[in-house]
């Protein structure tokens, strides 16, 4: 398997527009805000509506969307150190916006299975970790009585 990857503009995969009120997006679309922007990268899960302060990304084609919005969640925060303008960013610099890009399915695929392992182990030990809070908290309450 040949994990070796590419940079690619973001317009090579994605349709890059501001969010439009009312415009119905397709599940899978990214979109990034423009106000008071921070590094957060969201993803639509079904079709959906996007507040018009975000720009989104949405697939040109048939590609992997999960592995997209890996990809673009990888290279974002340091396209907007690059081009953040105080507390906003400017909507015409997504056109210079690089992410790094597998062109292989299977590589796709392969990443997109190994990150969601690793996301089910992090919920679960964090869920482990909330029980454990629970447990102390009726311990220490048995204990006060």
């Known amino acids: 398997m040949n994990l070796q990857c590419r940079q690619i503009h973001a317009t090579e995969i994605c349709k890059i527009e501001r969010a439009v009120t009312g415009k119905r997006y397709n599940a899978g679309s990214c979109y990034i805000k423009l106000s008071a922007v921070d590094d957060y990268v969201g993803q639509l899960q079904q079709p959906g509506t996007i507040d018009s302060r975000y720009a989104v990304l949405e697939?040109?084609?048939?590609?992997?969307?999960?592995?997209?919005?890996i990809a673009?969640?990888?290279?974002?925060?340091?396209?907007?150190?690059?081009?953040?303008?105080?507390?906003?960013?400017?909507?015409?610099?997504?056109?210079?916006?690089?992410i790094y890009w597998h062109d292989d399915k299977?590589?796709?695929?392969?990443?997109?299975?190994?990150?969601?392992?690793?996301?089910?182990?992090?919920d679960l030990t964090e869920s482990q970790i909330e029980h454990e809070k629970e447990v102390k908290r009726w311990y220490l309450a048995k204990m006060m009585m």
């Open 59 to 69: 697939p040109k084609e048939e590609i992997n969307v999960d592995y997209m919005y």
């Open 72 to 98: 673009i969640c990888r290279s974002f925060p340091e396209f907007l150190r690059k081009y953040r303008t105080t507390i906003n960013l400017q909507f015409n610099t997504l056109k210079h916006y690089e």
């Open 106 to 122: 299977n590589v796709q695929e392969y990443i997109v299975n190994a990150l969601k392992t690793v996301q089910k182990e992090i």
